[in-house]
């Protein structure tokens, strides 16, 4: 499995790893929470804990679902700031 593609982090992986000493670094390094925002990066290491916990089959599809949502909009932002900087400065800004 290739770490850098979020979409081919199944139930099963997590389900896997969560069986790993570190857990919760391993699954969150998986789920790129580092780039994402700083509070949905807290919030989903928040969630990664719970599930570790618990190995709840739901939490880990909606981990899955939420992590991706959250890196999709984090980087949704970031092009749009580049894009106004860029506008900035051909404006002579």
Known sequence: MN??????ITVQTLLALRQESDAL???TEQLHVKEMGPADHIRTKHEVKAFVESGDLKAAE???????????AHQAIANRVTEQQ???QRMGL
């Open 3 to 8: 770490p850098k593609d979020s979409s081919e």
């Open 62 to 72: 909606a981990l899955i679902k939420q992590a991706s949502e959250r890196t999709a």
């Open 86 to 88: 860029q506008r900035g």
């Open 25 to 27: 670094r391993i699954i």
